[in-house]
Structure formats: structure tokens, C-alpha cells
């Protein structure tokens, strides 16, 4: 049986298939499904921070900023903080983003190397593990300014 959905789903869905149509030649899917919020905070990346994504192709590297550094933007929508899968490759840099979806807004919780974040992490695991958002919090305000990336892109 099909049906028609509803009024305010349909927007969901037509603001979803405006962003896959303007992402469309990274292969951001915006999947409303577990891969939105990832997809959600690369493209937030991109405009902020003018990262050329890579699409799926590069596991553990979400793009390239401005200045050749390798990427991995993270994002969440909850208070939790982010999730790790063990890959191989390992990006120069990671964004770390929280959502305000209420709020309707975005928050920076941490732009600076990956490496002191991939330290919290076991050397070995299987499936994904998080990293508290105090955690990345409390690492971001050791970052030197050198070390973060610049916005290319104002934010509010």
C-alpha cells in the first residue's frame, strides 16, 4: 500500500534532496538513516572551513582543506561526543561538530589535530567507539591557533 506523506515529512525530504542534488559530485548521499548526520557535518565542513570532500572513496578522510591538511569532519546531533571506527588511515585534522537541532544551530567542539583524540582510543577494537564531548572539549582548548583550521566561510 502506498500513501502520500505527510506535509512536514515532504519538506524533510525536499530540503534532503536539495543538498544531495547540490553534493551530488562528492557522493553525499544525506540518507535519512544513520549516514544523515555525517553527511551533515561534511558538507558543514566544506562550507566552513572550504574543505574539498573526497566522497566515499577515502575511508577516514573526509577531504582536504585549503591548505593540503587531510580531514575527517565528525558531527553529532546528541550530547555525547563522537564515534570512532578502526580504520586505517587516519586524518591530519578532525572537526568535531554538535547539532542543536531544536536550536537550529551548529557548535564547534573541537578543529585541531587528530592525533591527541586518536590517543583516547584503544590501539586495537571492533565496531565503533566514542570519545566524550568533554573529552574533545577539553583537547580543543589545548590546540594552538596555528593548529586549528581557519573558517574560510562566517559562521554565526
Known amino acids: 500500500m502506498k500513501f502520500e506523506l505527510p506535509p512536514s515529512i515532504q519538506k524533510l525530504i525536499a530540503a534532503r534532496n536539495e543538498l544531495k542534488a547540490h553534493y551530488s559530485a562528492v557522493d553525499l548521499h544525506f540518507t535519512l538513516d544513520g549516514n544523515l548526520v555525517g553527511d ?84 586495537t577494537w571492533v565496531n565503533q567507539r566514542p570519545v566524550s564531548a568533554p573529552a574533545l572539549r577539553r583537547l580543543n582548548q589545548l590546540v594552538a591557533d596555528a593548529d586549528r583550521l581557519p573558517l574560510t566561510s562566517k559562521a554565526n
Open 40 to 123: 551533515l557535518g561534511e558538507a558543514v565542513a566544506a562550507e566552513l572551513f572550504g574543505l574539498r570532500l573526497t566522497g566515499r572513496s577515502n575511508e577516514g578522510i573526509d577531504g582536504y582543506a585549503p591548505d593540503g591538511r587531510s580531514v575527517q569532519g565528525k558531527a553529532s546531533g546528541t550530547k555525547r561526543g563522537a564515534a570512532f571506527r578502526p580504520v586505517e588511515t587516519h586524518a591530519d585534522h578532525l572537526l568535531f561538530f554538535h547539532f542543536d537541532y531544536d536550536g537550529c544551530y551548529g557548535e564547534v567542539i573541537y578543529n585541531g589535530p587528530e592525533q591527541p583524540i586518536r590517543e583516547l582510543l584503544p590501539s
